[in-house]
């Protein structure tokens, strides 16, 4: 694992956005306690496979 500039602790909503814009001027690790984003919805529903297309998540092959 390479060194974090910043450790993101939740990849719910606000969580993806942060690790997403930081990602773009530093080495960010975001830490999940579930295997798969969005999976199972979580934040009352809203944080699904549709909106993490959104916020251009991928998942790992």
Do not use: Q, W
């Not at 939740?10 to 969580?15: D, E, F, H, I």
């Amino acid at each position: 694992m390479s060194k974090s500039d910043a450790i993101i602790v939740g990849a719910g909503p606000s969580g993806l956005y942060l690790a997403r814009e930081l990602s773009k001027v530093m080495n960010v690790t975001i830490f999940e306690e579930d295997r798969m984003l969005g999976i199972p919805p979580h934040c009352t529903g809203l944080v699904n496979l549709s909106s993490l297309k959104v916020l251009a998540y991928r998942p790992p092959s």
